[in-house]
């Protein structure tokens, strides 16, 4: 029995085709960084949001994974929040990787 598969290029929202794709990765991988933070630190929704400085529900809407909803900096500025350092590093693209990456440490 042969199974069809397609290898993945490491960025699901690209193998969807969607135009913003890079950008959705990026909020993706920052916002589960957020998501990690609050479920270690065992924070509350209320107590997430306090922190924060937002509402429950979009605590809940990060907690759910709908990371689409903020916008990069946004994010960055939650982790900021979460007493996370954010480093920004340019330089020249090479063929075949991705224009934006984010290395979690």
Do not use: W
Not at 25 to 30: D, E, K, N, S
Not at 35 to 61: C, H, M, W, Y
């Amino acid at each position: 029995m042969t199974v069809d598969y397609e290898t993945s290029s490491g960025n699901v929202f690209a193998d969807l085709g969607l135009d913003n794709a890079d950008e959705l990765f990026i909020r993706a991988q920052l916002g589960i960084q957020v998501f990690k933070i609050i479920r270690e630190r065992n924070l509350t929704q209320k107590d997430a949001a306090e922190l924060l400085g937002i509402k429950q529900p979009e605590v809940s809407a990060i907690m759910c994974g709908k990371f689409d909803r903020f916008s990069q900096e946004r994010l960055i500025g939650f982790l900021n929040r979460l007493e996370q350092k954010v480093v920004i590093q340019v330089s020249p693209h090479l063929e075949g990787e991705p224009y934006q990456h984010v290395a979690i440490s």
